[in-house]
């Protein structure tokens, strides 16, 4: 029979990360052990290990392995709603704010469902995730893109004039993420006064991907934008225990809403992917609640990393990532797009993903660096070889 693709599936786009890792995971590859691993979001710092010891004991617990409740364990929906209280000032309840979802993604895309019409436009800053463009297409609506501005040895920062300018008459929400992936650009309180001012004026819902927002370098602290006036009956905040807690494979999300959003967010929640992992869940929630002591060194790691690597890659087009997992090379200025350079890199044993897809501005010239999953002893060296993939 003669197949004929969805619709809504047409402009969803590979992220590339796949492909890479299917490459280097190939059986038989010559030297796949020494393959430096920078192409996928993954980190080799273990999770709290409180957190895994809890998990080992829900597998074999009756009361984990259930379809109940279908908005998610009383533990984690409390402790999901007193770490947002914390970082936003806002008083929120496990019972009355709170759905847990299987991956911050998942809930994401169920925030999307719940909020958004077919053809409504969402604002995304660019570069941005792929997954988080696919998941704004997926719902019907359309991707609004805002460049952060690339200065090679700089931090990104957020184009204020294009985002405001970016309004139509069909705009409903600001999808953001501080610090951004893939960039690590983060915002500063200028910008997130204006995303404020502008939500409130144009009655306009922020959705807030939260995933990385405590993963900040040089002394930065998180801003959580609920806590400004006006905004805290207009945000949706979005966490993740895959990336602050790095509990990646145990797929846990929370959402946290005003209570008016709480039904359909959990009837969408239902109608997908009914229930998040239930052996998972309560140790996400003491990795969550012990995360104010545990985080500090996971950050200082991160960041001694990210420098290792800026200054493999000292004197190239970089821009600098604020926080987060990875950082951005702009490989055009080569005479390249991402795709050349990450199978050239691959030839000199280096696994990286070209940035096709993830935004309109900054997008094929790129191509992304995550620190994340290599210790500093294995970056040291890298930019030798980067370097000889440029010229190559």
Request: proline share 6%.
């Amino acid at each position: 029979m003669t197949r004929a693709r969805p619709r809504r599936l047409e402009h969803i786009a590979g992220i590339g990360v796949d492909r890479m890792g299917a490459i280097a995971d190939a059986p038989g590859r010559a030297g796949a052990r020494d393959l430096l691993r920078l192409e996928n979001l993954d980190t080799d710092v273990p999770p709290d290990p409180e957190a895994i010891e809890r998990t080992r004991r829900a597998a074999g617990a009756d009361d984990d392995n259930s379809y109940l409740p279908f908005v998610g364990q009383t533990h984690l929906r409390n402790a999901a709603a007193a770490h947002v209280s914390r970082l936003s000032g806002v008083a929120y309840s496990g019972e009355r704010n709170v759905v847990i979802a299987a991956g911050g993604l998942s809930g994401i895309l169920n925030v999307l469902l719940a909020t958004i019409e077919v053809g409504d436009e969402v604002i995304v800053t660019d570069p941005t995730y792929a997954g988080l463009v696919n998941r704004v297409r997926l719902a019907g609506s359309v991707p609004r893109f805002v460049p952060f501005v690339f200065a090679p040895g700089a931090p990104w920062t957020l184009d204020r004039r294009a985002l405001a300018a970016s309004i139509g008459p069909r705009t409903r929400a600001m999808l953001l993420m501080s610090p951004a992936m893939p960039c690590g650009g983060v915002l500063d309180d200028g910008d997130w006064s204006l995303v404020a001012e502008l939500c409130i004026e144009h009655d306009l819902l922020l959705i807030l991907d939260a995933a990385m927002e405590r993963l900040l370098f040089d002394g930065r602290r998180a801003i959580h934008p609920a806590g400004l006036a006006g905004m805290a009956s207009r945000t949706i905040t979005v966490g993740s225990a895959s990336k602050e807690l790095r509990m990646i494979g145990w797929r846990v999300g929370w959402i946290v809403a005003p209570e008016a959003y709480l039904p359909d967010l959990a009837a969408v929640g239902m109608a997908n992917v009914v229930v998040p992992v239930g052996i998972a869940q309560d140790a996400a929630a003491i990795a969550l609640e012990r995360s104010p002591e545990t985080l500090p060194a996971y950050v200082a790691e991160l960041q001694r990393r990210r420098d290792v690597l800026l200054k493999e890659l000292a004197g190239l087009p970089v821009g600098v990532p604020a926080g987060g997992w990875s950082l951005l090379l702009r490989v055009s200025d080569f005479g390249i797009d991402g795709a050349t350079m990450s199978d050239r890199l691959l030839a000199e044993g280096i696994c990286a993903t070209g940035m096709r897809g993830w935004g309109e501005t900054h997008g094929d010239q790129y191509i992304r660096f995550v620190f994340a999953n290599e210790p500093a002893a294995r970056l040291a060296g890298a930019g030798a070889r980067i370097r000889k993939a440029l010229r190559a």
